[in-house]
């Protein structure tokens, strides 16, 4: 489920991106989310998370912490360069470039990658890299608020 729902996300960001008007057209995106086969329980984890990151940016902004901070360019070490597959690369790229990761988790999940053992990191790898990192809190811990992106199950069930 965790890869079905950063895919939904990135859908997600794609429609925000590309028209600029947000989530207002909400049935119409989840009646094509349903059509693509996604679950209730797979959008609605999704919207949760988008509408969760955006609360804390929000308050981020309210708290004065106005600091944009500016897209950078990543390039890859020569043994970074052999272990990412140019798809996997790309869709890190693709993560970043729609804000849904920052340069520290860019970082990351590159290094994770580095240390996973893994003989080459394709999309579908860097997919999970980033579900357990987004996840994850600043103290480490999960996040009960984002249980549902770990299920494994395609029912949405929370163990």
């Known amino acids: 489920m965790k890869g079905r729902v950063i895919d939904i996300i990135v ?6 991106d590309e028209k600029g008007k947000g989530l207002g057209h909400f049935d119409k995106l989840t009646e094509d989310l ?4 996604y679950t209730d329980s797979e959008i609605d984890a ?20 106005k600091d944009i901070p500016q897209k950078s360019s990543r ?4 043994t970074e360069n052999i272990l990412f597959s140019n798809n996997g690369y790309g869709y890190l790229i693709q993560l970043y470039q729609l804000g849904l990761i920052d340069d520290e ?3 990351q999940i590159i290094h994770r ?4 053992g893994l003989e080459e990191i394709g999309e579908s790898e860097v997919k999970l890299l980033v579900a357990k990192l987004l996840l994850s809190t600043e103290e480490g811990q999960i996040d009960p608020s984002r249980l549902m992106l770990l299920d494994e199950s395609t ?3 929370v163990h």
């Open 34 to 37: 349903h059509g693509r086969g």
């Open 113 to 116: 990658a580095m240390l996973s």
């Open 155 to 157: 029912e949405g069930t």
């Open 11 to 16: 859908y997600l960001m794609q429609k925000i």
């Open 46 to 65: 999704a919207f949760f998370w988008l509408l969760e990151r955006l609360r804390l940016q929000l308050s981020r902004l309210s708290k004065g912490q």
């Open 75 to 78: 390039i890859l070490h020569t």
């Open 105 to 107: 988790q860019r970082e």
